[in-house]
Every structure is written in structure tokens, then in C-alpha cells.
């Protein structure tokens, strides 16, 4: 079994931050690349930034600028420092994660999380 959970999730005020969590845990052979996406009611979910096995990182227009992802190689976790937040940013966060297991160490298979709610008041 393979499981990423998420956390950190909750309200703030718009121009506040927050840091999010994911941890990946289970059978796990090698965690490859990781990242974040985000969904907000009635609309398509979004890639947020991504992180490869190497540190190479990616991010949306969007998040340009205010957003950090990293990552904790040994813990197989991967963070979201989330600053200048604003309303458009509320939305459910979840965690990605390319692993590979035991016993098909070579390829890696994308995981989920459940998802942490991210809410931007003003």
C-alpha cells in the first residue's frame, strides 16, 4: 500500500501564508517527481508547481512569484510554502507523486492524496 496525505490546510486572510504538507508512505520503492494541484469549485483542477527528483521545479502563472515548493528526499515529503495568498487561490490542494513499489521497482505510477481545503478571505 501507498498512501500520500496531505496537511497544513485551512483559512487565512488574503496577503497571509500557509505551508502545506504531503507525505508519502507505504510499500515505497523511489519517490520521482512530486507536485501539487488544485481545484476550486465548478472548475477544472490545475497543476500548481511540481518538483522532480532532482529539485528542477515548475510552476502555474499564478503562483509565480508567491508560491515555493520543496521537498524532504529522505522523509518523502514535499511542501507548499504558500505567501501572498489571495481569494482566487482558495481551493482544494491535493498531492501528486510518481512511485514506484514493491514488486515493479522500475516505472512509477502517479499516487493522490485526499486533498487539504485552502480557504482566502478577505
Known amino acids: 500500500q501507498v498512501q500520500l496525505v496531505e496537511s497544513g490546510g485551512g483559512m487565512v486572510q488574503s496577503g497571509g501564508s500557509l505551508r502545506l504538507s504531503c507525505a508519502a508512505s507505504g510499500s515505497i520503492f523511489s519517490v520521482y517527481a512530486m507536485g501539487w494541484h488544485r481545484q476550486a469549485p465548478g472548475k477544472q483542477r490545475e497543476l500548481v508547481a511540481t518538483i522532480t527528483s532532482g529539485g528542477r521545479t515548475n510552476y502555474a502563472d499564478s503562483v509565480k512569484g508567491r508560491f515555493t515548493i520543496s521537498r524532504d528526499t529522505a522523509k518523502n515529503t514535499v511542501y507548499l510554502q504558500m505567501n501572498s495568498l489571495k481569494s482566487e487561490d482558495t481551493s482544494v490542494y491535493y498531492c501528486?507523486?510518481?512511485?514506484?513499489?514493491?514488486?515493479?521497482?522500475?516505472?512509477?505510477?502517479?499516487?493522490w492524496g485526499k486533498g487539504t481545503l485552502v480557504t482566502v478571505s478577505s
Open positions: 501528486n507523486a510518481e512511485i514506484s513499489s514493491w514488486p515493479k521497482i522500475n516505472y512509477g505510477v502517479d499516487y
